[in-house]
């Protein structure tokens, strides 16, 4: 360590010197680098199972950016240019995949994907590189609070603790419950809405939870563990898990001819629902972001036109699947271009500093964000932010 | 309630373990090998049915029919791939040989079905309900039992009463033997396999209806029912049958009394003490071992 700096040291006239050669070159060349694209990363499923996840958010940046360099891009006049790569669902990849954006592209910021396992991996080394992250899917509780400080993860999506909050709040004020059965996934998951749930009853004192049951991937009949929830006054389902377990569970329910309400975390939303629950698929109310369904704001009507438009595939809300994933992604890289904006730099220092104190206000697709960060809070969307929405036929359409 | 619920539901998902541990018994029996890919080909029967009938449209009756013949001769590709060559050679490496197929099996799956799960169209037999005691049990739930001990009933007349069934047993207690007596070996060991894939199929499309249809949906299943076969005493029909509805029952109960988190736990434990107990399985006789 000693001999670094010794040597630092040594050369530091001709370190300045270099400096002062490049700044100069900098100068003399400045029309060129300021047309150079800012490169923005984003790491997530692109293929396999959890495809579609990527395919929308990739659709919602790309939205965005042609928006925003319609309008003459950033920095005065540097387009945005997207750089994708496949995680392919593993953290491994992910990480692979997010080392050689930041080493190689060097990226400005990086998006993720639905994945929080790749988003987890990705996370130390972005905050060592000092890169930002912006996660638009991806829940899990520490991908923003990750402990580190400073801290370079940012998330314009639903957060697991404060999507507990809701689904507890949910049920007391739309079913008037008071004792919720949580059903949940046997998995990491299932644990920290678990965690999340338990925590979350404390500050909630219109409803208490009413017993915990888990179920696997695999589990056939869930009769059992719904019959002890019911025996134990559950008067809400609390369910968290993907679709073909849940549908399992919403079989269950039915087979028991028990019309208890059913609120659910957005894993439902994935797979096919319906199709595998059945006439009852409905009943289950899941938390969202956003949804196309239902009277837009001039954004929403700007952006489904924009959709419309590049994806002749879209013709309605019916088409646009993982609504999310456009619509996270849509209003975050309007907040990053802002960041960029305002830190007058692609360094990732400022950039994570612009956003955390961002100026003005920006009217997005899911609300109108004004100062979305905080040192102290990197999520910009919280529980009230949140909307409930069931599925009618296959779409997935707002809870009135 | 509770013992209730968990009774309907274990007779159910018992009888499920049982067929496939028929399947398991009746390789045994006749040939001292197991086929380890019996979840595989219980998963290859309800896609197949599915994709013939939902994607393909074919009538309901043709697909499980092809789903059946199906997996009877995947069985014997089985035999033929993995076990025969291992066994000539006196290696017990079809162990791993079926086991590794059925990985490959799952895998093809994987990539021509998709990862999505898929939700068999609802029918007569899912729609009819029969209301007993606050629970609805599904016409197809009540079925279920019903087929898997007429199959074990089958099974054991077959193999006890008739000729060529006492052939098949013939063939596991000395194949030179068998041979001399004009038993042609090779195709009872396969005859035998593919009933192992027919029933494996049989339990797939009978539970597709009430499960979702993936590549994965057999792995736990085959597992389960090997224990069962274990359990039952692996040489005795009616013993691998019982001791499937046995431990459907005892794992619903367990979940409905104690709480899932102790299902997987708690039955597993009962299956390694009963064994401890009795060795050769509830129902099973030792192996009378000539000196």
Redesign the interface.
Same mark, same amino acid.
């Given at each position: 360590m000693l001999g670094v700096w010794s040597m630092l040291e040594r050369y530091r006239p001709a370190n300045v010197l270099l400096t002062a050669f490049i700044a100069a070159a900098g100068l003399a060349v400045g029309p060129a680098l300021a047309a150079d694209p800012v490169k923005i990363g984003h790491v997530a499923a692109l293929s396999g199972g959890s495809a579609q996840s990527g395919e929308a958010i990739t659709r919602g940046l790309t939205i965005a950016i042609d928006e925003i360099n319609a309008k003459g891009g950033v920095l005065g006049g540097r387009k945005l240019e997207l750089v994708q790569r496949d995680d392919e669902s593993t953290p491994p990849k992910g990480l692979t995949a997010a080392r050689e954006l930041v080493f190689k592209e060097k990226v400005a910021v990086i998006f993720g994907g639905i994945d929080s396992p790749v988003a987890l991996a990705m996370v130390p080394l972005l905050n060592k590189e000092k890169v930002p992250h912006m996660a638009v899917w991806a829940a899990g509780t520490g991908i923003t609070r990750n402990g580190a400080n400073p801290n370079y993860i940012f998330r314009v999506s639903a957060v697991d603790v404060l999507v507990d909050v809701k689904l507890l709040q949910y049920a007391s004020e739309k079913f008037g419950a008071k004792k919720a059965g949580l059903i949940l996934i046997n998995n990491p998951w299932g644990e920290s809405n678990e965690k999340g749930l338990i925590e979350a009853v404390k500050t909630n004192t219109a409803i208490q939870i009413a017993g915990v049951e888990k179920f696997e991937n695999s589990d056939v009949d869930l009769v059992p563990q719904l019959t002890r929830l019911r025996e134990k006054g559950a008067d809400v389902l609390i369910l968290v898990g993907n679709a073909a377990p849940g549908a399992q569970v919403m079989k269950a329910r039915e087979r028991l001819s028990w019309k208890v309400p059913v609120v659910s975390h957005w894993g439902i939303s994935g797979g096919r629902f319906p199709e595998l629950t059945g006439p009852t698929a409905g009943e289950a109310h899941f938390v969202q972001t956003y949804s196309f369904f239902g009277k837009q704001s001039p954004v929403g009507e700007r952006v489904l036109a924009a959709l419309k438009k590049k994806y002749p595939a879209i013709k309605g809300p019916g088409d646009i699947f993982a609504p999310i994933g456009t619509a996270n992604a849509y209003d975050a890289m309007h907040l990053v271009a802002m960041a960029i904006e305002q830190a007058k730099s692609t360094d990732g220092d400022a950039i994570r500093t612009a956003l955390e104190d961002l100026k003005g206000s920006y009217q997005g697709l899911i609300k109108t964000y004004s100062k979305p960060f905080a040192a102290d809070n990197h999520d910009a969307l919280g529980p009230s932010d949140y909307i409930m929405v069931h599925y009618e036929g296959d779409n997935v359409v707002p809870v009135y | 309630? #509770?013992a209730y619920?968990?009774l /309907? &539901?274990g007779v159910? #998902?018992g009888s499920?373990y049982g067929l496939l541990a028929l399947g398991f018994h009746v390789t045994y029996a006749v040939s001292n090998t197991v086929n380890f890919a019996q979840g595989s080909t219980m998963m290859l029967g309800a896609v197949l049915c599915f994709t013939l009938w939902v994607t393909f449209g074919w009538p309901l009756a043709a697909a499980i029919a092809a789903a059946l013949l199906l997996c009877a001769a995947w069985s014997v590709a089985v035999e033929r791939i993995a076990v025969r060559p291992f066994v000539q050679r006196g290696s017990n490496s079809w162990l791993m040989a079926t086991v590794a197929l059925g990985i490959v099996i799952e895998n093809i799956v994987l990539f021509t079905f *998709?990862?999505?799960?898929? *939700?068999m169209p609802?029918g007569f037999l899912t729609t009819t309900?029969v209301p007993m005691g606050? /629970?609805? =049990?599904?016409a197809l739930q009540l079925l279920i039992p019903v087929i898997g001990l007429l199959l074990a009933a089958g099974i054991h007349f077959f193999l006890q009463r008739t000729r060529y069934g006492k052939a098949l047993l013939a063939v596991v207690q000395n194949r030179d033997a068998a041979r001399l007596m004009g038993i042609d070996v090779e195709r009872v060991v396969m005859a035998s396999f593919a009933l192992s894939g027919l029933l494996a199929a049989v339990a797939g499309i009978l =539970?597709a209806p #009430?499960?979702?249809i $993936?590549s994965?949906?057999g &792995? #736990?299943?085959g597992i389960k029912a090997f224990a069962v076969a274990i359990l039952g005493g692996i040489g005795n029909a009616w013993g691998v049958v019982l001791a499937g509805l046995i431990y459907g029952i005892v794992e619903?109960l367990i979940? $409905?009394l104690l *709480? $899932?988190?102790y299902t997987q736990i708690v039955t597993f434990a009962l299956v390694i003490l009963a064994l401890a107990v009795r060795p050769s399985g509830l129902f099973g006789r030792a192996e009378v071992k000539k000196v």
């Amino acid at each position: 360590m000693l001999g670094v700096w010794s040597m630092l040291e040594r050369y530091r006239p001709a370190n300045v010197l270099l400096t002062a050669f490049i700044a100069a070159a900098g100068l003399a060349v400045g029309p060129a680098l300021a047309a150079d694209p800012v490169k923005i990363g984003h790491v997530a499923a692109l293929s396999g199972g959890s495809a579609q996840s990527g395919e929308a958010i990739t659709r919602g940046l790309t939205i965005a950016i042609d928006e925003i360099n319609a309008k003459g891009g950033v920095l005065g006049g540097r387009k945005l240019e997207l750089v994708q790569r496949d995680d392919e669902s593993t953290p491994p990849k992910g990480l692979t995949a997010a080392r050689e954006l930041v080493f190689k592209e060097k990226v400005a910021v990086i998006f993720g994907g639905i994945d929080s396992p790749v988003a987890l991996a990705m996370v130390p080394l972005l905050n060592k590189e000092k890169v930002p992250h912006m996660a638009v899917w991806a829940a899990g509780t520490g991908i923003t609070r990750n402990g580190a400080n400073p801290n370079y993860i940012f998330r314009v999506s639903a957060v697991d603790v404060l999507v507990d909050v809701k689904l507890l709040q949910y049920a007391s004020e739309k079913f008037g419950a008071k004792k919720a059965g949580l059903i949940l996934i046997n998995n990491p998951w299932g644990e920290s809405n678990e965690k999340g749930l338990i925590e979350a009853v404390k500050t909630n004192t219109a409803i208490q939870i009413a017993g915990v049951e888990k179920f696997e991937n695999s589990d056939v009949d869930l009769v059992p563990q719904l019959t002890r929830l019911r025996e134990k006054g559950a008067d809400v389902l609390i369910l968290v898990g993907n679709a073909a377990p849940g549908a399992q569970v919403m079989k269950a329910r039915e087979r028991l001819s028990w019309k208890v309400p059913v609120v659910s975390h957005w894993g439902i939303s994935g797979g096919r629902f319906p199709e595998l629950t059945g006439p009852t698929a409905g009943e289950a109310h899941f938390v969202q972001t956003y949804s196309f369904f239902g009277k837009q704001s001039p954004v929403g009507e700007r952006v489904l036109a924009a959709l419309k438009k590049k994806y002749p595939a879209i013709k309605g809300p019916g088409d646009i699947f993982a609504p999310i994933g456009t619509a996270n992604a849509y209003d975050a890289m309007h907040l990053v271009a802002m960041a960029i904006e305002q830190a007058k730099s692609t360094d990732g220092d400022a950039i994570r500093t612009a956003l955390e104190d961002l100026k003005g206000s920006y009217q997005g697709l899911i609300k109108t964000y004004s100062k979305p960060f905080a040192a102290d809070n990197h999520d910009a969307l919280g529980p009230s932010d949140y909307i409930m929405v069931h599925y009618e036929g296959d779409n997935v359409v707002p809870v009135y | 309630m #509770l013992a209730y619920a968990a009774l /309907i &539901t274990g007779v159910g #998902l018992g009888s499920m373990y049982g067929l496939l541990a028929l399947g398991f018994h009746v390789t045994y029996a006749v040939s001292n090998t197991v086929n380890f890919a019996q979840g595989s080909t219980m998963m290859l029967g309800a896609v197949l049915c599915f994709t013939l009938w939902v994607t393909f449209g074919w009538p309901l009756a043709a697909a499980i029919a092809a789903a059946l013949l199906l997996c009877a001769a995947w069985s014997v590709a089985v035999e033929r791939i993995a076990v025969r060559p291992f066994v000539q050679r006196g290696s017990n490496s079809w162990l791993m040989a079926t086991v590794a197929l059925g990985i490959v099996i799952e895998n093809i799956v994987l990539f021509t079905f *998709g990862k999505d799960p898929r *939700g068999m169209p609802a029918g007569f037999l899912t729609t009819t309900y029969v209301p007993m005691g606050g /629970i609805k =049990v599904q016409a197809l739930q009540l079925l279920i039992p019903v087929i898997g001990l007429l199959l074990a009933a089958g099974i054991h007349f077959f193999l006890q009463r008739t000729r060529y069934g006492k052939a098949l047993l013939a063939v596991v207690q000395n194949r030179d033997a068998a041979r001399l007596m004009g038993i042609d070996v090779e195709r009872v060991v396969m005859a035998s396999f593919a009933l192992s894939g027919l029933l494996a199929a049989v339990a797939g499309i009978l =539970v597709a209806p #009430l499960f979702t249809i $993936s590549s994965t949906m057999g &792995t #736990l299943f085959g597992i389960k029912a090997f224990a069962v076969a274990i359990l039952g005493g692996i040489g005795n029909a009616w013993g691998v049958v019982l001791a499937g509805l046995i431990y459907g029952i005892v794992e619903a109960l367990i979940t $409905s009394l104690l *709480g $899932s988190t102790y299902t997987q736990i708690v039955t597993f434990a009962l299956v390694i003490l009963a064994l401890a107990v009795r060795p050769s399985g509830l129902f099973g006789r030792a192996e009378v071992k000539k000196v």
